[in-house]
T-cell receptor, first 115, second 115 residues
Framework: GDSVTQMEGPVTLSEEAFLTINCTYT??????LFWYVQYPGEGLQLLLK?????DKGSNKGFEATYRKETTSFHLEKGSVQVSDSAVYFC??????????????FGKGTLLTVNP | DAEITQSPRHKITETGRQVTLACHQT?????MFWYRQDLGHGLRLIHY???????NKGEVSDGYSVSRSNTEDLPLTLESAASSQTSVYFC??????????????FGPGTRLLVL
């Protein structure tokens, strides 16, 4: 069945370091792909998304490219800041039959950035 | 500005009591969702609705119910609260049903403790 696998954390980096959080999925089709971020004590916010192969989503310096060949959607940022400390969720939107779609979340990756 | 709100933000209850968590959105979205967030599990779908009088079970629906009497609200009821239902609950809404590109917008969450 459809599933998502996200790199487990926690991840601890120093400010200005490069970040990669891996996300791969298994699906019968080509789902839209999302990254959500959850800052401490808050709800989830959409960070970026891509809806078809080779699309690149970007926001706040973060990027992720929809790789159909490797069924991946890895999150990257070239230079992290302390304010990026949060939990990051990869979430494919799988077709659960007919016109029904289900957003399926990875388990989340806790990122801590130290000054 | 359009928003999605949840109340209460924090709730302590006793085992066996009925509890209702409120969710209200002003986006005028057709789709609404309830998730629970637990360590090690990410977010799991409890119930969802694609419009007024429409409700559907998610992957962890046992012990929960919802009703949709208008577009703006989707209250979640725990019929007889159990300690296993201690969790953080998030409501979300989205538009563009069936398009496969829907973005879900999340509320701030409700922390529920069942003693």
């Amino acid at each position: 069945g459809d599933s998502v696998t996200q790199m487990e954390g926690p991840v601890t980096l120093s400010e200005e370091a490069f970040l990669t959080i891996n996300c791969t999925y298994t699906a019968t089709g080509y789902p839209s792909l999302f990254w959500y971020v959850q800052y401490p004590g808050e709800g989830l916010q959409l960070l970026l998304k891509a809806t078809k192969a080779d699309d690149k989503g970007s926001n706040k310096g973060f990027e992720a490219t929809y790789r159909k060949e490797t069924t991946s959607f890895h999150l990257e940022k070239g230079s992290v800041q302390v304010s990026d400390s949060a939990v990051y969720f990869c979430a494919p939107l799988f077709n659960s039959g007919g016109s029904n779609y289900k957003l399926t979340f990875g388990k989340g990756t806790l990122l801590t950035v130290n000054p | 500005d359009a928003e999605i709100t949840q109340s209460p933000r924090h709730k302590i209850t006793e085992t066996g009591r009925q509890v209702t968590l409120a969710c209200h959105q002003t986006w005028n979205h057709n789709n609404m969702f309830w998730y629970r967030q637990d360590l090690g599990h990410g977010l799991r779908l409890i119930h969802y609705s694609y419009g007024v009088h429409d409700t559907n079970k998610g992957e962890v629906s046992d012990g929960y119910s919802v009703s949709r009497s208008n577009t703006e609200d989707l209250p979640l009821t725990l019929e007889s609260a159990a300690s296993s239902q201690t969790s953080v609950y998030f409501c979300a809404s989205s538009d563009l049903r069936g398009q496969g590109v829907q973005t879900q917008y999340f509320g701030p969450g409700t922390r529920l403790l069942v003693l």
